[in-house]
C-alpha cells in the first residue's frame, strides 16, 4: 500500500520562527511532491510543488526533498499568526496517482 | 471559468434522499478528481477522471455512491439513499494533465449535511 505519512501536530511554533514540517512517503517511483495549505473551513490550495532532489525557495517557503531517503519537508520562515493551517503533503506516484497524506496542523503562537 | 466551481455550496438533505453535486472543472483541465473530507479528517479519494479513459473508482466507498462527466467537462457526483455517515464536504478538483509538474486546483467544496 503506497503511503503518505504526516505528524497530525499540532505542531506549536512561536511567531518569527521557522516552522518546519515533514512528511515521508512509501513508494520509490513517486516522482513529484506537493504542499497544500488548508485553513479550517476552507479547501486546499497549493503553497509548492518540488520534483528535484534538493531545496526550492518561493518567498519565505522552502520545500525540501531526499529522494534516497524518501521524505519532503516544508520549511516556513518569519512564521505568521496566518500561516496557522492544516498543512497537505502529497506525492504524485509512478502511475500519476495522488497520493496524500492526513495533514500536520500547525499553531503559530503570537 | 477561472477556478473549480462546485455547486451547491451547502446542502442540507433528509436520511434515504438522493442528492447530485456537480463540479465544473477549469477550462482546459483534462483531469477531475472528487474527494471527500469529513469534519477534522484527511481528504478520501473517490473517483478520478482523465481525458477519456475509463475512470478510476476505486475510492467509492459504496454502490450508492456515482460519479460521470460528460463531455470531458462537467462532472456530477450522485449519492443515492443518503445516510447520516455521508455528510461530509465534498471537494472536487481539476489539473491540466497527470504528469509530474500538473498541480491539481480544488473548489470550495459542497457541504453535505444528512439529517
Known amino acids: 500500500q503506497k503511503e503518505v505519512e504526516q505528524n497530525s501536530g499540532p505542531l506549536s511554533v512561536p511567531e518569527g520562527a521557522i516552522a518546519s514540517l515533514n512528511c515521508t512517503y512509501s513508494d520509490r517511483g513517486s516522482q513529484s511532491f506537493f504542499w497544500y495549505r488548508q485553513y479550517s473551513g476552507k479547501s486546499p490550495e497549493l503553497i509548492m510543488f518540488?520534483?528535484s532532489n534538493g531545496d526550492k525557495e518561493d518567498g519565505r517557503f522552502t520545500a525540501q526533498l531526499n529522494k534516497a531517503s524518501q521524505y519532503v519537508s516544508l520549511l516556513i520562515r518569519d512564521s505568521q499568526p496566518s500561516d496557522s493551517a492544516t498543512y497537505l503533503c502529497a506525492g504524485r506516484d509512478s502511475n500519476y496517482q495522488l497520493i496524500w497524506g492526513a495533514g500536520t496542523k500547525l499553531i503559530i503562537k503570537p | 471559468g477561472a477556478g473549480v466551481s462546485q455547486s451547491p455550496s451547502n446542502k442540507v438533505t433528509e436520511k434515504g434522499k438522493d442528492v447530485e453535486l456537480r463540479c465544473d472543472p477549469i477550462s482546459g483541465h483534462t483531469a477531475l478528481y472528487w474527494y471527500r473530507q469529513s469534519l477534522g479528517q484527511g481528504l478520501e479519494f473517490l473517483i478520478y477522471f482523465q481525458g477519456n479513459s475509463a475512470p478510476d473508482k476505486s475510492g467509492l466507498p459504496s454502490d450508492r455512491f456515482s460519479a460521470e462527466r460528460t463531455g470531458g467537462s462537467v462532472s456530477t457526483l450522485t449519492i443515492q439513499r443518503t445516510q447520516q455517515e455521508d455528510s461530509a464536504v465534498y471537494l472536487c478538483a481539476s489539473s491540466l494533465g497527470v504528469t509530474s509538474g500538473n498541480t491539481i486546483y480544488f473548489g470550495e467544496g459542497s457541504w453535505l449535511t444528512v439529517v
Open positions: 518540488i520534483y
